[in-house]
């Protein structure tokens, strides 16, 4: 049997690691990625461990390249990914990492504040431009209106002298002095910001407010604001200094505004070539930035690998043992027995590496009762398949592994779904292109989340396309059109036909040739009006056929794992009454639509009994006297029938109870006895004095005893009675599940 | 508001609040949080409850502070994302809840304006849940009126504010009665809110709101010992929504010392227990914690019961105390304090 079929052995090793090789040793380890390792300080808090200090200084590497990463991508700097692989630096060249990081963090924040700087003052530039241009117009129109009324006095003045009442309207705005603030607010607090202008103020403000078109950008956080010019008219010294208040409150930027016509023109002059100086030196800081960023970028994705390489590293050291003389690092680790040689070999190099002798990484094989963890090696082609299982559930350790028949049956069941040769045709070439542009794909390294399902099912979607077209083929369904390949074998003559309105009658006695279509399905059924009746029932037996093999080939599965696990108990009360109970039921069923299928002919159809209505008057034990005078579908079917259902019933306590009842005598007369027994292993694996008793063994072999009692508990644990009970109802509803399901198809 | 419609509306967001329910840090945690000894070791623990990597961008010297704003930060968002999710009434009954941060917000703020702060540096203390837009021009009024009449009146605090108004000036005793009054306007008019939601809404939210008036009115009765405070002044602070209310307020009007109060809470059983267990003893709880270990009592009840809105009460609550039990131990460790360490009140 192939390497598939059942997972790999796997072995429980003892590592013993010098302290100064044992770096090198793990990123050898972690490149091989063979071996899992196992914690042996669970009840050590992560802060306690030993190498917390090194995992910390990682961490604190991590966030700095996050912050530089982050910059990176605001400013839309493409991290250059080549998909190199760099190995985990050495120990010493953290520090250098260290500094390197420290500074560069350090660079990027300095032009950080002066960009930010240069751009609060670039925002308060502009804010005085907008302002300075918005009051402007507003100030043109007033001076305009007083103008064209003053011209209005003059003309008229000289013809009549009745205009005091005019006169001293006009007066005003010279005899009375308003006071005004200038300022920029974001528009968004506008309404509530005028609002308690008007209530503090008890209406006595007038304010003039008109929204700049262009959104600003915020210095601090980057955001585009939508902001105002505001115009706020007062009058008194104590109203200026609770509009000043409101305006800090609101976070209104308040700006000198001059009061002639003059100095405004003169202050917009200034304003606007300080602005133009300033651009250029923004755009110098981000040129600057620009390029620190880019350089940055280029090699960012393998400084953060390697960061996280050593932090791994430590990481898996903090799991290891330290013996008392602190030279050496001991630790445990699961290992496919396979891949034994490879793991002792990449041992070597790393010793050799951290130049320390090649004894100084040790890997010794250790016998266990504790359940290995289940690993399948698996290539480009299976890795998908395992996939699909290992989604319903992992198999336990040696138990029969249900992907390699999953690689044939997904496909293939998915295909009768499918069921169409042309779009199967195409989801093949998806998937052969996919295969034979592999490696160049791999290489582009798209990262969207669709695509990697995709790919990484391209071998899967490959058969299905394939699987597809079969079934399409055997549907006769390619494009949703048949494909009448080998001659249809009903001849459409009139002289033969009945003819209905727009409908014709063909008759399967009188309108075929006899002789079937060669393979699949007719294409005259493709344009009969009764195609959906015909094909439905079809293909519902269809499915349940294979879905009856299926359950079967499942549990003929659990029948070779209780055999290779040596639990006769349960071939005996789980294997076989599963067995009867569902060859009682769908086997019979299968049977029957084979049965039917052979035993009758387009001239007895009348008489063909639905197998449907059948089943259920098995269950209903109903067998009506012939009333059609058609004779029942075999001599002694009542019989036969009441038979199979008896032994059905007589499955369910058998498969439910039998099991837990034999476990729980068992356990009861053998408690003293497995005691004794348990105790003679633990003697064993110990192994270092055998004569003594466990309490003087040594400090070393009585830990390993201690932990050998941990794992007897749990396996006993495990055994309670309730569990048996549970997982027992827990099989029977996996075999009733699809049986349920089944029956809902018939 | 019943169950058999309630998940319609509500059912996305109960079953969040369970999830988020179950991230609040187990007592488990905090046996390992107080083995702490440094501020770093505290984040490398705490990284293994939900708060995960929260703290993993803040430059390594951690300080107490920063740990604070950053658990109240979480628990921000999470709040802020079940209100936007929100619909009436869910969506008042949680804006209800910041009202409580409003107060304490404009309390603060006035406090700080008569110590002459400036608001830029009394912002970043205010609790962002109870955050609003007029907040920070609070500082123009200089009398009640001209709080109520610029500033709150936009509020929805504006109906609590009315019993206040006057034309004094703010000083220290004022703050204080302003606090009060707002916090009993506001706990009555929850109170008869949820009233209105009906069924286990309110049966909850009734005696958990009447704990709260009453740990208020108890509270205040204690604090007024030796201040100017008239007995006249005290009653119209007590909320009346309470257990002790009409009985136990007039008691408490009269009551001189302590040794009053206790006598009469030993007419209510449930603060009995709290007055008897609490004392001023180093060893003893004082009377504060065991409030705190009630009201924790008092929502993890919260979420036995199905369809109300109780449970996002509960859940902001406990968060609050559970940043109080990190604080608290962050101040202990930092200050190296290790015998008061186990001075949090454990919630699960």
């Not at chain 2, 936007?84 to 008042?92: D, E, G, Y």
Request: net charge negative; glycine share 6%; with cysteine.
């Amino acid at each position: 049997m192939g390497s598939l079929y059942r997972s790999e052995p796997v072995a429980l090793c003892q590592l013993f690691l010098q302290s100064e090789a044992s770096y090198s040793c793990l990123s050898e380890l972690g490149e091989l990625g063979m071996v899992q390792l196992k914690d042996l300080n669970v009840t050590v808090s992560a802060f306690q461990r030993k190498f917390v200090t090194e995992v910390r200084r990682c961490e604190e590497m991590e966030r700095k390249l996050r912050f530089l990463e982050k910059e990176i991508r605001e400013d839309d700097i493409v991290i250059l990914d080549t998909g190199d692989n760099p190995e985990a630096p050495a120990p010493r060249e953290m520090t250098d990492l260290e500094l390197m990081f420290e500074r560069l963090v350090k660079e990027v924040r300095d032009l950080n504040t002066s960009a930010e700087a240069l751009k609060q003052n670039f925002l308060d530039l502009t804010q005085l431009k907008h302002i300075l241009r918005k009051t402007h117009s507003f100030f043109d129109e007033v001076d305009r209106h007083y103008d064209s009324a003053l011209i209005d006095l003059q003309a008229e003045g000289t013809e009549s002298v009745n205009l005091l009442a005019d006169d001293s309207l006009l007066v005003t705005p010279h005899t009375i002095r308003f006071e005004f603030v200038a300022g920029v607010v974001e528009r968004q607090h506008l309404s509530a910001f005028e609002r308690m202008l008007w209530r503090i103020s008890m209406g006595n403000v007038l304010i003039k407010q008109v929204d700049i078109e262009t959104p600003l950008e915020d210095p601090i956080t980057g955001n585009s604001v939508l902001k105002s010019v505001f115009l706020i008219f007062f009058q008194g010294e104590q109203l200026k200094a609770k509009v000043k208040k409101v305006c800090a409150g609101f976070h209104a930027t308040i700006y000198p505004c001059p009061e002639t016509k003059a100095q405004r023109r003169e202050m917009a002059m200034g304003v606007m070539t300080r602005i133009e100086d300033l651009n250029t030196v923004i755009t110098q800081t981000e040129v600057h930035r620009f390029a620190l960023l880019s350089s940055i970028a280029e090699s960012i994705r393998i400084w953060s690998i390697k960061v996280r390489k050593i932090k791994t590293i430590y990481h898996a050291m903090n799991w290891f043992n330290i013996d008392i003389t602190q030279k050496c690092l001991i630790g445990e680790c699961w290992c496919p027995v396979a891949q034994l040689e490879r793991i002792q070999r990449a041992l070597q190099r790393g010793a050799a590496k951290s130049g320390c002798s090649e004894s100084a990484a040790i890997l010794n094989r250790m016998d266990t009762r504790e359940q290995p963890p289940t690993y399948h090696s698996t290539n480009k082609f299976t890795s998908a398949f395992q996939g699909i299982v290992d989604s319903y559930g992992v198999a336990s350790y040696r138990e029969v592994n249900p992907a390699l028949f999953t690689i044939i049956s997904f496909p293939f069941l998915f295909s009768l779904m499918f069921g169409d040769a042309g779009h199967g045709f195409f989801m093949f070439l998806a998937g052969l292109l996919m295969v034979i542009f592999e490696n160049r794909l791999i290489r582009m390294r798209i990262t969207v989340d669709v695509w990697d399902i995709f790919f990484g099912g391209r071998y899967v979607i490959l058969l299905m396309g394939l699987f597809s077209i079969y079934a399409g083929f055997m549907y006769n369904d390619f494009f949703s059109k048949p494909l009448n390949i080998f001659g249809s074998s009903w001849s459409t003559d009139l002289k033969n036909m009945t003819v209905d309105g727009r409908y014709a009658s063909l008759s399967p006695i009188n309108n075929t040739n006899g002789v079937p279509y060669f393979a699949g399905i007719d294409p005259v059924w493709q344009m009969s009006s009764n195609k959906i009746t015909f094909l439905n029932s079809f293909k519902m037996k269809i499915s349940i056929i294979f879905g009856v093999t299926q359950m079967f080939f499942g549990v003929i599965l659990s029948f070779q794992n209780h055999r290779y696990f040596n639990e006769r108990i349960n071939i005996y009360c789980e294997f076989i009454p599963e067995m009867i109970f569902l060859f009682c039921i769908f086997g019979y069923l299968v049977i029957l639509i084979f049965y039917k299928w052979l035993a009758y002919d387009a001239s007895e159809a009348s008489c063909a009994p639905s197998l449907l209505i059948g089943l259920i008057n098995m269950f209903l034990m109903q067998y009506d006297t012939k009333e059609d005078g058609c004779p029942p579908l075999f001599k002694g079917q009542q019989a036969v029938q009441t038979c199979l259902l008896v032994l059905c019933i007589l499955c369910v306590p058998w498969l439910l109870l039998v099991k837990p009842l034999v476990k729980h005598y068992e356990r009861k007369r053998g408690l003293t006895y497995g005691a004794a027994r348990s105790g003679y292993v633990l003697m064993r694996n110990g192994d270092i004095e055998l004569q003594a008793s466990h309490s003087t063994l040594s400090i070393q072999s009585g830990d390993v005893l201690l932990q050998d009692q941990q794992r007897d508990e749990v396996v006993h644990h495990v055994d309670g009675d309730d569990e048996e009970c549970l997982s027992n109802a827990s099989e029977e509803t996996e075999v009733r599940m699809p049986c349920n399901a089944n029956t809902i198809l018939v | 508001m019943n169950s058999l419609n309630f998940n319609i509306d509500f059912g996305y967001l109960e079953g969040l609040v369970r999830g988020f329910k179950s991230g609040i840090v187990k007592q488990a945690d905090y046996l390992n949080l107080m083995q702490c000894e440094t501020l770093d070791d505290l984040k490398l623990h705490l990284q293994s409850t939900d708060y995960g990597n929260f703290l993993s961008n803040e430059p390594s010297p951690l300080q107490v502070s920063i740990i604070d704003d950053k658990i109240r930060e979480k628990l921000v968002i999470e709040f802020e994302h079940m209100r936007t999710q929100s619909v009436v009434p869910l969506s008042t009954f949680l804006d209800y809840i910041t009202y409580g941060y409003m107060i304490d917000n404009i309390v603060l703020l006035i406090t700080g304006t008569l110590h002459q702060h400036t608001i830029s540096e009394l912002i970043p203390k205010c609790h962002p849940l109870g955050s609003f837009e007029q907040m920070e021009a609070l500082s123009i009024a200089s009398t009640l009126l001209e709080l109520y009449n610029a500033v709150l009146v936009d509020t929805p605090l504006a109906p609590y504010f009315i019993d206040c108004i006057s034309e004094q000036d703010i000083d220290e005793l004022n703050i204080e009665i302003i606090r009060n009054t707002l916090y009993r306007a506001y706990l009555e008019d929850f109170y008869k809110f949820c009233q209105t939601l009906g069924s286990t809404t309110a049966d909850y939210m009734s005696e958990v709101l009447a704990f709260e008036a009453d740990r208020r009115a108890i509270t205040i009765t204690i604090n007024s010992f030796g201040t100017e405070l008239t007995k006249d002044d005290r009653a119209t602070l007590f909320p009346r929504c309470g257990k002790l209310f009409p009985e136990g307020h007039s008691a408490l009007v009269r009551a001189d010392d302590y040794e009053h109060v206790r006598a009469v809470a030993e007419f209510y059983s449930e603060y009995r227990i709290l007055f008897e267990e609490s004392g001023n003893n180093p060893t003893e709880k004082t009377l504060e914690d065991k409030f705190f270990e009630h009201e924790v009592m008092l929502m993890k009840k919260a979420f036995l019961e199905q369809f109300h809105f109780g449970i996002f009460y509960a859940y902001v609550k406990l968060k609050e105390q559970e940043n109080r039990n990190i604080v608290w131990i962050a101040e202990c460790v930092a200050q190296r304090h290790q015998t008061r360490i186990d001075g949090y009140i454990p919630i699960f």
